[in-house]
């Protein structure tokens, strides 16, 4: 069983962005494969975009990484964000595997290939 923390933009449209974390999490979880995704759940009491909350919320997103959770970083969406930067920043560090799964992410990933 692998476990992959999905990256995706939350910012600006957060409503929507949610629900498309949503949708993918239930495209790709199966017996063998679970998304992680907690700032699903963070969303629901912190607001992003009160500072102090987002940073709460990116703590305990960090938290799956470092406690050695999340088997590799798999980025969706159409860009990528600020939020994902860190997320990728630190699975470098720790040595995850980093899967750019959309055009937008794979686009914009190239630039972290070589840093």
């Given at each position: 069983?692998?476990?992959?923390?999905?990256?995706?933009?939350?910012?600006?449209?957060?409503?929507?962005?949610?629900?498309?974390?949503?949708?993918?999490?239930?495209?790709?979880?199966?017996?063998?494969?679970?998304?992680?995704?907690?700032?699903?759940?963070?969303?629901?009491?912190?607001?992003?975009?009160?500072?102090?909350?987002?940073?709460?919320?990116?703590?305990?997103?960090?938290?799956?990484?470092?406690?050695?959770?999340?088997?590799?970083?798999?980025?969706?969406?159409?860009?990528?964000?600020?939020?994902?930067?860190?997320?990728?920043?630190?699975?470098?560090?720790?040595?995850?595997?980093i899967f750019p799964k959309t055009e937008g992410t794979k686009r914009d990933f190239i630039k972290y290939l070589y840093v």
């Amino acid at each position: 069983m692998k476990t992959v923390f999905i990256g995706h933009p939350i910012g600006g449209d957060v409503k929507n962005n949610i629900q498309k974390v949503i949708s993918i999490c239930y495209e790709i979880h199966s017996e063998h494969l679970v998304p992680v995704a907690p700032y699903l759940v963070s969303l629901q009491y912190l607001n992003d975009d009160v500072i102090v909350d987002r940073e709460l919320g990116k703590i305990a997103n960090f938290e799956c990484f470092h406690r050695k959770f999340v088997d590799e970083l798999w980025l969706y969406g159409d860009r990528i964000s600020k939020g994902m930067e860190e997320e990728i920043a630190l699975a470098k560090e720790l040595n995850i595997p980093i899967f750019p799964k959309t055009e937008g992410t794979k686009r914009d990933f190239i630039k972290y290939l070589y840093v």
